[in-house]
């Protein structure tokens, strides 16, 4: 989703919305440097757990599996997009998948600059996957969030990655501090 290399792995990474996914539980085991934010993290594995009892998986089960230590580690905590409980770069690199963008029909232009001024405001670099709305369609937000971001000083760039959940969907935006000369 990301295009990560080795040499991401030495930032601390913030991934932003991480809900059950597994990148923070894998990451971790391997020794790295990650903190997921997620309003969901206000509620124990457990309950948690309850919730998704319908849909409960292998993969739900492994997740589950580290998120009370790592919640208590301060590997997990609640925080909610526009607003992040982190000071100015905090993080080498901020990762948000399947969040923004993909729900720009209820997530609007103004709520889209906000949180990724706010991914800027705490990490170096910033990466968002996909573009896509849930039609499928390039998100109505991208270009006026890429224009807000240039205008505070940051580079935007569009780049093709090795992954494609929805067809068509195999581009994340990256955004970065432009280079000092
Ligand atoms: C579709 S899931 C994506 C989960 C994961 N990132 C992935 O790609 O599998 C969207 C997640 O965003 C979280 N979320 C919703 N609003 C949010 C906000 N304002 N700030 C941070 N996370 C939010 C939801 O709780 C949910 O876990």
């Not at 809900?19 to 124990?44: H, M, Q, T």
């Not at 998120?67 to 905090?90: H, M, W």
Request: with cysteine; hydrophobic share 40%.
């Amino acid at each position: 989703m990301f295009g990560l290399t080795a040499k991401n792995y030495e930032s601390r990474i913030l991934g932003c919305g991480d809900g059950p996914a597994s990148f923070n539980a894998e990451a971790s085991k391997l020794g790295n440097r990650i903190v997921s934010i997620n309003p969901l993290y206000d509620f124990s594995g457990a309950e948690i757990a309850r919730r998704f009892d319908e849909i409960v998986e292998p993969m739900i089960s492994q997740v589950l599996a580290d998120y009370d230590a790592g919640r208590a580690a301060g590997r997990y905590q609640t925080a909610k997009l526009p607003s992040l409980p982190f000071v100015d770069g905090e993080f080498g690199l901020a990762l948000c998948s399947h969040l923004l963008f993909l729900y720009s029909e209820i997530l609007d232009r103004d709520f889209h600059i906000a949180a990724l001024r706010e991914l800027c405001r705490v990490s170096t670099e910033v990466r968002i996957f996909p573009l896509l709305t849930l039609a499928r369609k390039i998100s109505p937000h991208l270009e006026p969030v890429q224009a807000a971001l240039q205008s505070d000083g940051w580079q935007t760039e569009i780049v093709k990655v090795n992954y494609e959940l929805q067809k068509g969907g195999n581009e994340m935006l990256r955004v970065h501090r432009v280079a000092q000369s």
